[in-house]
């Protein structure tokens, strides 16, 4: 199956439905990805933050070498964490994600998150009450680091996750090369009509990360709504004669959208690629439209008593202060 691709602002095509990896255990997402790229995803989306870089960059080194794909048929996007925001951190960064994955270039790199963390070896760092220890680099000037990256060859493209229309705003006014991707959380309870709207009217392309609503977060609640248990989502796949999921994916998807459902079962890794067999009618994306509640699942958390609650620490770049 040819999955249609979103031409970026940089000229190059990304595929519009790619695998996720966030969550995937080590020596579960090198066969995810193996199963994946024998279904026919060429587009697989990664992180140094998740782990489990070098096992994907195994799985894609072992389909090259057996001829099932070439290099140039994938596009691999990973993401420079929070405690690389420093310019001068920014290239060993993308380096050290490089020969994780095995790769000479990276199809396209994201800052992860616009706040930074304090440099240094602890991935999360924290004070003695457990709030982030935050930087003091700016996202723009991480930002100028990052087109180091294309001048170099080791990215084709570059992009953000995670930031709001003001922050992009400041990029595409300051910065010299055009942000060619906003990844953000987007499924049926969180449309985020109005980022989207901005970014694609700008020519940045949006990726939905979490569509599904990711249930396995570690910081899930029993008691909150789940997208794939919603009855009336449900009733919404029968009459298509789609998984509950499926019709998720086929809204967002229809949206303009680009999507990466995360799985390391094969038959959900099918199952979320099969989505070009049908098409929602405009009654119906009108429908999954208004399941919108603006309910963010994504969010920095801290624990509390034994309970995870919101943090923002009162970073001057949280993104999540403004309506979009």
């Given at each position: 199956?040819?999955?249609?691709s979103y031409?970026?602002?940089s000229?190059?095509d990304?595929?519009?439905?790619g695998?996720?990896?966030?969550?995937?255990?080590?020596?579960?997402?090198?066969?995810?990805?193996?199963?994946?790229?024998?279904?026919?995803?060429?587009?697989i989306?990664?992180?140094?933050?998740?782990?489990?870089?070098?096992?994907?960059?195994?799985?894609?080194?072992?389909?090259?070498?057996?001829?099932?794909?070439?290099r140039?048929?994938l596009?691999?996007?990973?993401k420079l964490?929070?405690?690389c925001?420093?310019?001068?951190?920014?290239?060993?960064?993308?380096r050290?994600?490089?020969s994780?994955l095995?790769?000479?270039y990276?199809?396209?790199y994201?800052?992860?998150?616009?706040?930074?963390f304090?440099?240094?070896?602890d991935?999360?760092?924290?004070?003695a009450?457990?709030?982030f220890?935050?930087?003091t680099?700016?996202?723009?000037?991480?930002?100028?680091?990052?087109?180091?990256?294309?001048?170099?060859?080791?990215?084709k493209a570059?992009g953000?996750?995670n930031?709001?229309h003001?922050q992009i705003?400041?990029?595409?006014?300051?910065?010299?090369?055009?942000?060619?991707?906003?990844?953000v959380?987007i499924?049926?309870?969180?449309?985020?009509?109005?980022?989207v709207?901005y970014?694609?009217?700008k020519?940045?392309?949006?990726?939905?990360y979490?569509?599904?609503g990711?249930p396995?977060?570690?910081?899930?609640t029993?008691d909150?709504?789940?997208?794939?248990?919603?009855p009336?989502?449900?009733a919404v796949?029968?009459?298509?004669?789609k998984?509950?999921?499926q019709?998720i994916?086929?809204?967002?998807?229809?949206?303009?959208l680009v999507?990466?459902?995360?799985?390391?079962t094969?038959s959900?890794?099918?199952?979320n690629?099969?989505l070009l067999?049908f098409?929602?009618?405009?009654?119906?994306?009108?429908?999954m439209h208004?399941?919108?509640?603006?309910?963010?699942?994504?969010i920095?958390?801290?624990e509390?008593?034994?309970?995870m609650i919101f943090?923002d620490?009162?970073?001057p770049?949280f993104?999540f202060?403004i309506?979009?």
């Amino acid at each position: 199956m040819t999955v249609p691709s979103y031409r970026l602002s940089s000229g190059h095509d990304m595929p519009m439905i790619g695998l996720g990896t966030w969550k995937s255990k080590a020596g579960e997402v090198e066969a995810a990805v193996k199963s994946a790229i024998d279904l026919g995803y060429r587009h697989i989306d990664c992180a140094w933050i998740y782990g489990n870089e070098a096992e994907v960059g195994s799985a894609i080194k072992e389909k090259i070498d057996a001829g099932v794909i070439t290099r140039g048929d994938l596009f691999i996007t990973s993401k420079l964490w929070n405690t690389c925001h420093r310019p001068e951190d920014v290239l060993p960064s993308c380096r050290l994600t490089l020969s994780l994955l095995g790769l000479d270039y990276l199809d396209l790199y994201l800052i992860h998150w616009p706040t930074s963390f304090q440099a240094g070896d602890d991935k999360f760092p924290k004070d003695a009450d457990g709030n982030f220890l935050y930087g003091t680099t700016t996202p723009l000037d991480t930002w100028t680091a990052m087109e180091a990256l294309v001048d170099a060859g080791l990215v084709k493209a570059i992009g953000v996750s995670n930031f709001n229309h003001e922050q992009i705003e400041t990029i595409l006014e300051k910065g010299r090369i055009k942000p060619s991707n906003n990844q953000v959380e987007i499924h049926p309870y969180l449309a985020n009509d109005k980022l989207v709207k901005y970014c694609l009217e700008k020519g940045v392309s949006v990726t939905a990360y979490s569509p599904l609503g990711s249930p396995d977060r570690p910081w899930a609640t029993a008691d909150e709504p789940k997208l794939l248990e919603d009855p009336k989502l449900i009733a919404v796949g029968k009459k298509y004669g789609k998984t509950t999921a499926q019709v998720i994916l086929r809204f967002l998807f229809q949206r303009g959208l680009v999507i990466i459902p995360k799985s390391v079962t094969p038959s959900r890794i099918e199952e979320n690629f099969q989505l070009l067999d049908f098409e929602l009618s405009e009654d119906d994306m009108a429908v999954m439209h208004s399941f919108n509640r603006n309910h963010r699942l994504i969010i920095p958390m801290k624990e509390e008593n034994g309970k995870m609650i919101f943090q923002d620490g009162g970073h001057p770049h949280f993104p999540f202060h403004i309506e979009y």
